[in-house]
């Protein structure tokens, strides 16, 4: 699928795949989080639209309101297909609607996320000179692919991870039950060698997880750490 043309805006700013690219800060933390809305996932799941405004209401809480806009994240729900936000401030970020309890084309997400990263940093961050703190994924999954073929879901998950590997990226994978996940894909994605975590009975685990995540990748946004690689 061909990537969205720049687009002009009023101001001045451009529009690259729904994010305007004018007025980034400095510095930056990108954020990605990746829920499977299936079945399998049914006790972790918050009611639709609540879940990146609880995280956000959180993390001002214990940051102050500026790290919201310090902190650039989009969201992606697997369930009947793929819904996905635009990269945006933490501050204005919304859950995207979704069908909930449909069928988990994990390749075809993991494939969505590379293409938008790429475009978000090599179009908008990068010819800003913003750094890039750092970039951290979480993947809320069993990660068993359904509704796609073997090779859509080879293809988005080699496209992940070479962006992964690209531009430096960490991911986090949770899942219901480690002893049941898709070790395989599993393995193939813990670039970091975090290993699995597995969900406890605390319907509220995926979003205590999220929150603790991002808690700790907006951290780097006051230290020296190395920019992200744009090579």
Same mark, same amino acid.
């Given at each position: 699928?061909?990537?969205?043309?720049k687009?002009?805006?009023?101001?001045?700013?451009?529009?690259?795949l729904?994010?305007?690219?004018?007025?980034?800060?400095?510095?930056?933390?990108?954020?990605?989080?990746?829920?499977?809305?299936?079945?399998?996932?049914?006790?972790?799941?918050?009611?639709?639209?609540?879940?990146?405004?609880a995280?956000?209401?959180?993390?001002?809480?214990?940051?102050?309101?500026?790290?919201?806009?310090?902190?650039?994240?989009?969201?992606?729900?697997?369930s009947? !297909? /793929?819904a996905?936000? #635009?990269?945006? $401030?933490?501050?204005?970020? %919304?859950?995207?609607?979704?069908?909930? &309890?449909?069928?988990?084309?994990i390749?075809?997400?993991?494939?969505?996320?590379?293409?938008?990263?790429?475009?978000?940093?090599?179009?908008v961050?990068?010819?800003?000179?913003?750094?890039?703190?750092?970039?951290?994924?979480?993947?809320?999954?069993?990660?068993?692919?359904?509704?796609?073929?073997?090779?859509?879901?080879?293809a988005?998950?080699?496209?992940?991870?070479?962006?992964?590997?690209?531009?430096?990226?960490?991911?986090?994978i949770?899942?219901?039950?480690?002893?049941?996940?898709?070790?395989?894909?599993?393995?193939?994605?813990?670039l970091?060698?975090? !290993? /699995?975590?597995?969900? #406890?009975d605390? $319907?509220?685990a995926?979003? %205590?997880?999220?929150?603790?995540?991002? &808690?700790?990748?907006?951290?780097?946004?006051?230290?020296?750490?190395?920019?992200?690689?744009?090579?």
């Amino acid at each position: 699928m061909a990537l969205s043309k720049k687009k002009s805006i009023p101001g001045g700013a451009k529009l690259v795949l729904g994010v305007a690219a004018g007025g980034l800060p400095p510095r930056l933390v990108l954020y990605v989080v990746i829920i499977d809305a299936s079945g399998s996932m049914k006790t972790w799941l918050v009611r639709q639209g609540e879940f990146i405004p609880a995280v956000r209401s959180a993390l001002v809480e214990r940051g102050g309101p500026r790290v919201a806009e310090l902190i650039y994240g989009m969201s992606v729900v697997v369930s009947g !297909g /793929v819904a996905a936000s #635009d990269f945006g $401030p933490l501050s204005r970020a %919304n859950d995207p609607p979704y069908t909930p &309890l449909g069928q988990t084309p994990i390749g075809t997400a993991l494939g969505l996320v590379a293409e938008k990263l790429t475009v978000f940093l090599e179009q908008v961050v990068f010819p800003q000179n913003t750094a890039v703190r750092n970039l951290e994924v979480l993947i809320a999954s069993d990660l068993f692919p359904t509704g796609e073929e073997p090779a859509e879901t080879e293809a988005g998950v080699a496209a992940f991870v070479a962006a992964m590997r690209k531009f430096n990226g960490k991911v986090t994978i949770v899942a219901p039950d480690v002893a049941a996940v898709n070790t395989a894909l599993a393995n193939r994605l813990d670039l970091n060698e975090r !290993g /699995v975590r597995s969900l #406890d009975d605390d $319907p509220k685990a995926v979003l %205590n997880i999220t929150f603790d995540s991002l &808690l700790q990748a907006s951290r780097k946004l006051t230290g020296s750490n190395p920019r992200l690689r744009t090579q």
